[in-house]
């Protein structure tokens, strides 16, 4: 036989032959018994190479004239017909006894001739009508019969491993994306979506309530409206209106401001300044809380020829609501003509001059209109108010020799 049939213990040692029955050559069929006889030098295996064999001994050789110890030697026993193969551990005829109807277990029986055959490679035991040394290997679970009927049924169909997740992926395509930043604002905007047609419908309350419905927010804001009006209403101030106090629109000055700017008409240069307080009635009927001037900036203007005369500022003063109150507003005449027959100079020149210069002896009065810008608290951007005066009397008379 070649070596790659043999032992692999035996060719490890250099190809030493064995006494076991697998690597034995096989028999000729012109020897006696199953076995060829010893040759010159017989072989031995690893329980004779102990006793060194190879060694001349006194009792060796008179039983054997060769020389080799009979002790483990197959060779030297009787040929007692054949011989079978290893069996495994367990003893034939015990298992026999025990399983009278079972085959035995040949681990030996894929890599011999005489025994059993188990494995299908390279298409041994594939006809299985014409090989009849095909065995199929038994189940390694014995078949017990079924008890009830619930036993027949889970033998007939595959049981179920209720405890045993199932295979694949746990997580489905939209769980997944429920899991990133996208796919959670758009779990959120379908949730404020389904709560707006919810609420729309009058389902549900806002803020988590059941009373704030849709139809509770019409009438909540339209209280609100009622109440921002009516605060608005109150709170809001209006322009007042103004008008010269009785039939003195202009007083004389007093006190630092009449020190302040002299009272002079002259003819070369023609020009003419001089002090005086605008007598104003301010009708506040319109306001329900008090009224809050911040400034008032007044101008004088003379109607006939359009020349501004006079100017004035008065600071911050709180008039009560529901009333007329009358404020005095400082103004400062200062006009400058290229001739004393400039119409707006001699107007304002004969209104001042003295009574007696008159042939009627009775002053002129002087036609102007007063505008008023005022700052009121409580509005975005300044307002103004005007009143005429016709025939007003010159808060002063000139000297007789006045020229």
């Not at 036993?151 to 295979?167: I, W």
């Not at 609420?199 to 927010?217: A, M, Q, V």
């Not at 009785?246 to 020009?271: C, H, K, M, V, Y």
């Not at 003509?337 to 002087?366: E, R």
């Amino acid at each position: 036989m070649d070596y790659d049939r043999k032992s692999t213990v035996s060719s490890f040692y250099g190809a030493r032959r064995s006494a076991d029955i697998l690597n034995a050559n096989p028999p000729s069929a012109d020897r006696r018994g199953q076995y060829a006889a010893p040759s010159a030098r017989p072989r031995v295996d690893s329980a004779s190479s102990f006793y060194a064999d190879r060694q001349s001994r006194v009792s060796q050789d008179l039983l054997n004239q060769h020389g080799q110890s009979a002790g483990y030697n197959a060779s030297s026993f009787f040929d007692a017909g054949r011989q079978e193969p290893v069996k495994g551990g367990v003893d034939e005829e015990e298992e026999v006894e025990a399983e009278p109807q079972a085959d035995s277990w040949d681990i030996y029986a894929d890599f011999n001739n005489v025994g059993p055959r188990y494995s299908t490679a390279f298409g041994i035991g594939q006809r299985q009508a014409q090989d009849s040394s095909y065995h199929q290997i038994p189940s390694s679970t014995p078949a017990i019969a079924p008890k009830s009927e619930t036993d027949v049924e889970s033998t007939l169909t595959p049981v179920e491993l209720v405890t045993v997740p199932a295979l694949g992926p746990e997580w489905q395509r939209s769980e997944l994306k429920s899991m990133t930043k996208s796919g959670k604002r758009e779990l959120k905007g379908a949730e404020r979506k389904a709560k707006w047609k919810a609420w729309n419908r009058g389902e549900i309350g806002l803020f988590g309530t059941k009373w704030f419905t849709k139809k509770f927010l019409v009438f909540f804001v339209f209280g609100l409206c009622v109440l921002i009006g009516i605060t608005l209403a109150i709170t809001i101030p209006r322009v007042p209106g103004i008008t010269f106090s009785g039939s003195s629109a202009l007083t004389q000055a007093s006190g630092s401001f009449n020190d302040s700017i002299p009272i002079e008409f002259s003819r070369s240069p023609a020009n003419f300044s001089f002090p005086a307080y605008a007598n104003v009635q301010v009708d506040t009927t319109g306001n329900i809380i008090p009224l809050t001037f911040n400034s008032i900036d007044a101008q004088v203007w003379y109607p006939s020829t359009n020349m501004q005369v006079a100017t004035g500022y008065f600071g911050k003063k709180t008039l009560p609501a529901k009333s007329f109150p009358v404020i005095q507003i400082p103004l400062n005449f200062s006009y400058v003509a290229t001739n004393d027959t400039d119409p707006t100079w001699v107007a304002w020149y004969d209104a001042c001059k003295n009574a007696a210069t008159d042939p009627n002896g009775v002053q002129p009065g002087i036609n102007f209109e007063l505008i008023l810008n005022m700052d009121i608290a409580g509005l975005p951007t300044s307002q103004s108010a005007s009143a005429q005066a016709a025939n007003a009397a010159c808060p002063f008379q000139l000297p007789v020799n006045s020229q």
